[in-house]
């Protein structure tokens, strides 16, 4: 069985490292990190990654427009999005899905589960 690759788009160093070594330990799964949405869309298009995960609240590119912005370009509009958030909303989670969300998931997430979570949102399991 192949590995997964994620890629992880959050502006908290200590979240992506959690979720990072999270992912790493309980899925063996390859796992890359962007500390901006600038930086998430580049690498998404050139690491191609299983599936992403997206911090909604950043500075300069927030979540729900570097989502739109991975959803309108072919090279990663294939890539399934997961969001995460500190606030959820049930007007904000509509929008999200209705931008390309495949799901929210909401933080503080336990990294034991994390990995779960992700398989069961995406069908991996």
């Not at 959050?10 to 901006?36: C, N, P």
């Not at 390309?100 to 949102?121: H, M, N, S, W, Y």
Request: with cysteine; hydrophobic share 45%; aromatic share 4%.
């Amino acid at each position: 069985m192949t590995a997964k690759r994620i890629l992880i788009i959050d502006d908290e160093a200590d979240v992506r490292e959690i979720a990072k070594v999270s992912l790493e330990i309980t899925r063996h799964w390859e796992v890359t990190t962007a500390a901006s949405g600038e930086e998430g869309i580049k690498l998404a298009s050139t690491c191609h990654p299983d599936a992403i995960l997206l911090d909604v609240v950043m500075p300069q590119v927030d979540g729900l427009t570097t989502l739109q912005r991975l959803s309108a370009n072919t090279d990663t509009s294939h890539i399934p999005v997961i969001l995460l958030t500190a606030t959820l909303r049930l007007a904000t989670q509509q929008a999200f899905v209705a931008a390309g969300a495949r799901a929210v998931l909401v933080k503080p997430f336990d990294p034991g589960l994390l990995g779960g979570q992700i398989e069961t949102v995406l069908g991996w399991q």
